[in-house]
């Protein structure tokens, strides 16, 4: 889920090293938008502590600037974006869902699982190569393997609030961010690329 496409997939590839060799994780890869103007979204945070500094998300766009300016894989226009997950971030990866335990999801599969494609519950951990998803109004915890998620998203909660502004305090940021409340904490340094 890192990347849907085959042309997502070819640019995690080139991007995955570049991020790693600075400490960092790439979360999610997407290009998006038409033949006229693209978007490349590229989402990352720090391996150590799963957060990621607006510094941190320039210097690795830049990078990630050199290496397509070079290998060219974009054909035409496009917009470079580089930034955070954010506080109701996409799971992507199988320790998401560890690391989210006990926070409220929605998942979608790309198959039906018990007659349905849609989730919604509080993340459970994972067990082996499934999710664990205590589903809303059911008493039981669904497992659903990991290869068979299309989408999976942590829902904006107040618990998910508190943790984003525990984060930010740790860090010794301000308690008020200058965001709306509720608003996704998103550090957005924006890249045009024209390519030819």
Known sequence: ?????????????????????QGLAVVRVRLMGGTLRRRLQIMAERKSDNDISVEECARL???????????????????????????????????????????????????????RKRFKGIVAGVEGDHVAIDLDGEEETALIPFEWLADAKLVLTDELLKRGAALRAARGEPEDDGLPEGAPDNQNPDLSKDEA
Not at 15 to 21: E, F, M, T
């Open 1 to 21: 889920m890192r990347a849907k496409t085959a042309e997502d997939r070819a640019l995690l590839e080139m991007i995955d090293p570049i991020a790693d060799s």
């Open 61 to 115: 766009s830049r990078a990630i600037s050199e290496v397509l300016d070079v290998s060219d894989p974009i054909a035409g226009e496009y917009l470079l974006e580089v930034s955070s997950p954010g506080i109701d971030r996409p799971l992507t990866r199988l320790m998401d869902f560890d690391l989210f335990e006990g926070f409220e999801a929605r998942l979608e599969t790309d198959r039906m699982v018990e007659g």
